[in-house]
C-alpha cells in the first residue's frame, strides 16, 4: 500500500529546499500531504506545493473541506510519518513544550506516527541553550533528527545552521517508514520494571527499576509493527499503546505470565529488574516489629531468563539484560552462556546510573563478533538501536 508522509513547512530560508524534500518523497512512490506554518506560506505560496504534491497544502487550522471531518485528526491517523523540513527554532520550540497554535503543532500532537524534525536557523539560534535543551526533549520523545549542516547561511554568516541536504532528509526519511512494518507479522514479548516480594502486605523487597527501558522496548516493538506483548512489575508508567500490557507483582506471577506467553513469541527481551530473592514465610497480616527476629529467611527466585532458554526453539530470539555495578562486560558474558540467550544488553548500574533514569549507555553483547557500545542517550534512543540489533541477529537467525 503507498504510504503517506505529511511534509511540515515553516518559515526558514531554506524552505526553497522542501520542494526537493517533496520531490524525493515523490520518486520513492510515497504520497505527500504538505502542511505550512502561516509564516511559510508568507515566504513561498501554498499553490506551489499543492502543483508539486497534486493534493491542496494545509495552512489553516479552521479551514475544515467537510464538516464531517476533523482534518488534522484524519491526516494524523492516514500518515506513516510527519516529516518537518525545514523546522525553525519556532517550531521546535512548540513541538518541545506541547504548545499547538496552527495546522502543523496542533498535527503534531495528534498523530502516532514517527516524527523527522530538520532544523534550519541562524547559527546563534541553533546553538543557543534554550533551543539544544527542546531538540534533546524531543529526541528523549523520540523525534529524530537530521542534524543541520555547515555552510553559508541566509544572513551572510558561515557556520552550523543550513538545513541538511534534501537527500539525507528523504533518505533518512525512508528508513523510518521501512522500520515502520519492519516486525510485522512478528509477535515481541518484553518484560519490564521490579518485582516486589512481600513478606507481608505492606513490606516487600524490590529494587529501584523504574521500568522505563522496557516500556521504550515495547514501544519500539509496536511502532515496528509487532504484536507486543509487555509483562510488567509495579510501575508507574503509562502502558504503551498498542501494546497488551500484563500486569504482574513478584517473580513467580511474572514466570507464570512469561512461561503463557513464550511459545507465541518470536522475540522476547526481558529488561525487567527481577527480584533474585523472596522472602521464605509470608504472612497475610503485617506482623507487627516485634514479632520480626534479627534475621529474615530469603529464597532464590525462578530464574525466568534461563527457564526460557531451556525452553527456546531454533526460531525464536532471547534477549537479556544484565544490570552490574562492576566487572560489566565479564558478568553479561557468563550470563548470555549461561541462561543460553542470543543476545544480552549491559548497563552499568548504581551511583544513579541507569535505574529510574532517563538516560541509559547499553553494551549489547553477542555470542561472537565485537561488542556494541551506544555512548548515553535517551532510553527511547537506546530501544531502537537495541531493536536495529535484534532485528540483525533475526536475520542471521533465518538465513
Ligand atoms: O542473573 P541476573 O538477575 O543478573 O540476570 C539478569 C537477566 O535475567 C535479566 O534479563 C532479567 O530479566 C533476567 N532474570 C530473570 N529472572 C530472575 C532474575 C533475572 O528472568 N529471577
Not at 35 to 53: C, G
Not at 207 to 234: C, D, F, Q, W
Not at 362 to 380: F, H, L
Request: glycine letters at 8%.
Amino acid at each position: 500500500m503507498k504510504k503517506t508522509v505529511a511534509l511540515g513547512v515553516s518559515s526558514s530560508v531554506g524552505i526553497y529546499k522542501a520542494c526537493e524534500v517533496l520531490r524525493g518523497f515523490q520518486k520513492a512512490g510515497v504520497e505527500v500531504r504538505v502542511v505550512m506554518t502561516p509564516n511559510a506560506a508568507r515566504l513561498i505560496s501554498p499553490l506551489l506545493f499543492s502543483s508539486l504534491a497534486g493534493t491542496r497544502t494545509i495552512v489553516d487550522l479552521f479551514e475544515e473541506p467537510e464538516a464531517r471531518t476533523i482534518q488534522h485528526v484524519a491526516l494524523a491517523k492516514e500518515i506513516s510519518l510527519l516529516c518537518v523540513a525545514p523546522a525553525t527554532a519556532n517550531v521546535i520550540g512548540k513541538f518541545a513544550g506541547g504548545v499547538a497554535d496552527d495546522f502543523l503543532t496542533t498535527l503534531f500532537l495528534a498523530t502516532r506516527a514517527p516524527v523527522l524534525v530538520a532544523p534550519a536557523m541562524n547559527e546563534a539560534m541553533v546553538l543557543h541553550p534554550r533551543t539544544q535543551a527542546n531538540i534533546a526533549r524531543l529526541r528523549a520523545l523520540g523525534v529524530e533528527f537530521v542534524e543541520p549542516a555547515q555552510g553559508y547561511l541566509a544572513c551572510g554568516d558561515q557556520g552550523w545552521g543550513r538545513l541538511a541536504e534534501p537527500e539525507a532528509i528523504v533518505r533518512e526519511g525512508l528508513r523510518i517508514l521501512g522500520r515502520t512494518e519492519s516486525l510485522k507479522g512478528t509477535t515481541v514479548l518484553v518484560t519490564a520494571g521490579p518485582t516486589r516480594e512481600p513478606l507481608d502486605p505492606v513490606r516487600f523487597l524490590s529494587n529501584p527499576s523504574s521500568g522505563k527501558m522496557g516500556y521504550e522496548l515495547a514501544r519500539e516493538a509496536v511502532a515496528r509493527g509487532a504484536k507486543t506483548i509487555l509483562i510488567s512489575g509495579p510501575t508507574s508508567l503509562i502502558p504503551p499503546a498498542g501494546a497488551r500490557t500484563v500486569l504482574v507483582n513478584t517473580a513467580a506471577e511474572m514466570e507464570k505470565a512469561c512461561l503463557k506467553a513464550f511459545p507465541k513469541a518470536d522475540i522476547v527481551v526481558m529488561a525487567a529488574a527481577v527480584s533474585d530473592f523472596r522472602f521464605k514465610e509470608t504472612r497475610d497480616r503485617k506482623a507487627a516489629k516485634g514479632e520480626i527476629g534479627p534475621s529474615l529467611a530469603v529464597e532464590k527466585t525462578p530464574d525466568i531468563l534461563a527457564a526460557l532458554g531451556r525452553r527456546k526453539k531454533p526460531g525464536q530470539l532471547l534477549v537479556g539484560f544484565a544490570a552490574e555495578t562492576h566487572d560489566v562486560l565479564a558478568h553479561a558474558r557468563k550470563k548470555l552462556e549461561v541462561k543460553n540467550a542470543d543476545l544480552m544488553v549491559a548497563n552499568a548500574v548504581g551511583n544513579g546510573r541507569a535505574f529510574g533514569t532517563d538516560d541509559n549507555a547499553v553494551r549489547i553483547i553477542a555470542r561472537k563478533g565485537p561488542v556494541q557500545e551506544t555512548g548515553t542517550m535517551s532510553k527511547r534512543e537506546a530501544s531502537r538501536v537495541i531493536f536495529d540489533r535484534i532485528e540483525a541477529e533475526l536475520e542471521k537467525k533465518r538465513r
